[in-house]
């Protein structure tokens, strides 16, 4: 057997916001992880962080993607046991959408439908709790009796199968695997000059804090994001800038 893991978040976002009134339910996003330190973890959401109505199959990234955008972001993982052939199974299907992502949009019309239980399905469209429950069912392993477009995250808080193995702010979570050196809510304040002489000169700005770690300052949503590097991946930047 296998561990996998469902991710229900609420990242604060407007979008979210606006779904919350209508659902009433604490989580709106669902993705799916195959390790539990969320490595590799896929769901339909945003392409990109700036553009909530450009969406469609994502590889999600904790670290650059659009949760970075949002530091205090709140989650609940469960975890989901498989067999061996059914995991095998689920990389393939995942695999599959990789390979044609760009084919692959969010289904906003779907989502119409579950406030009257009817499924609206536009081929080659997902949103984030239907492609969830989707991959599972063609791996073996469904979850739900109904289409996978009527359902919606907060039904996978109510699946026996899942155990709840985690629930609170995302990036407090133990085992991320950007936990050591990426704490985005930190980020609150940035030297405003450095920044810009860093943007218009290409340096690294190295800046030592109280933990003495340095730091560089890349583009953020609403401002700049701070960002932990290495020792040996700053002297790297440092070097590759220098070129």
Known sequence: ????????????????KALKTVTLAPYNHA???????????YSFGRR??????WGGFVKEDFVQGTFSWFPEA???????????????????????FEHKYKHYLYNYIGLLG???????????????SQFVAEVLHRAGRSLFKKASSLVTPDDFRQCA????????????????????????????????????????????LGMPESDHKHYY?????IK???VFLTRKLHKLTRAVLRK
């Open 1 to 16: 057997m296998k561990s996998i893991y469902i991710i229900l978040s609420d990242t604060g976002s407007l979008f979210n």
């Open 31 to 41: 993705s799916l992880a195959l390790d539990d330190n969320l490595r590799s973890i």
């Open 48 to 53: 990109e962080p700036s553009n909530p109505f």
């Open 74 to 96: 709140t989650c609940a993982i469960y975890e989901l046991r498989v067999t061996q052939r059914e995991y095998q199974r689920l990389e393939r299907i995942i695999k599959a």
């Open 114 to 128: 579950i406030p009257v239980n009817q499924p609206l399905q536009l081929p080659a469209t997902y949103f984030c």
């Open 161 to 204: 199968d899942l155990t709840l193995v985690y629930q609170g702010r995302l990036y407090d979570y133990p085992k991320l695997y950007s936990r050591s050196f990426y704490q985005p809510w930190r980020y609150r304040s940035f030297p405003m000059r450095k920044y810009i002489k860093q943007q218009f000169k290409g340096e690294i």
């Open 217 to 221: 300052f890349r583009d953020g949503f």
């Open 224 to 226: 700049p994001k701070k």
